[in-house]
């Protein structure tokens, strides 16, 4: 299943919080559970980030053909990967 355009604002609406730490993660996959979630270092990822939020940044996953690839198209997107970035004090 793609991910839809009101399941984006929602997933937007918790990682531009400004509280938003690492507990969305759990939060997330447990409100989407028909995504994949991946959580990993930002600098894990080369691939440029969907979205970017002060400290996550988003890839879309894409499993529908049978190689696992990022993609820029939520309507291809069955799956996220969520990277932490680094903060900096």
Same mark, same amino acid.
């Given at each position: 299943?793609?991910?839809?355009?009101?399941?984006?604002?929602?997933?937007?609406?918790?990682?531009?919080?400004?509280?938003?730490?690492?507990?969305?993660?759990?939060? /997330?996959?447990? !409100?989407?559970? %028909?995504?994949?979630?991946?959580?990993? +270092?930002?600098?894990?990822? *080369?691939?440029?980030?969907?979205?970017?939020?002060?400290?996550?940044?988003?890839? /879309?996953?894409? !499993?529908?053909? %049978?190689?696992?690839?990022?993609?820029? +198209?939520?309507?291809?997107? *069955?799956?996220?990967?969520?990277?932490?970035?680094?903060?900096?004090?």
């Amino acid at each position: 299943m793609a991910l839809q355009p009101d399941e984006l604002n929602e997933i937007d609406a918790v990682l531009s919080a400004p509280d938003a730490d690492a507990q969305v993660f759990a939060q /997330l996959r447990n !409100r989407f559970p %028909h995504l994949s979630w991946t959580r990993c +270092d930002a600098s894990d990822v *080369t691939e440029t980030p969907f979205r970017t939020y002060s400290r996550f940044e988003v890839h /879309l996953v894409d !499993r529908s053909d %049978h190689c696992v690839g990022i993609t820029a +198209d939520p309507a291809r997107a *069955t799956g996220i990967v969520l990277a932490n970035r680094i903060m900096t004090p």
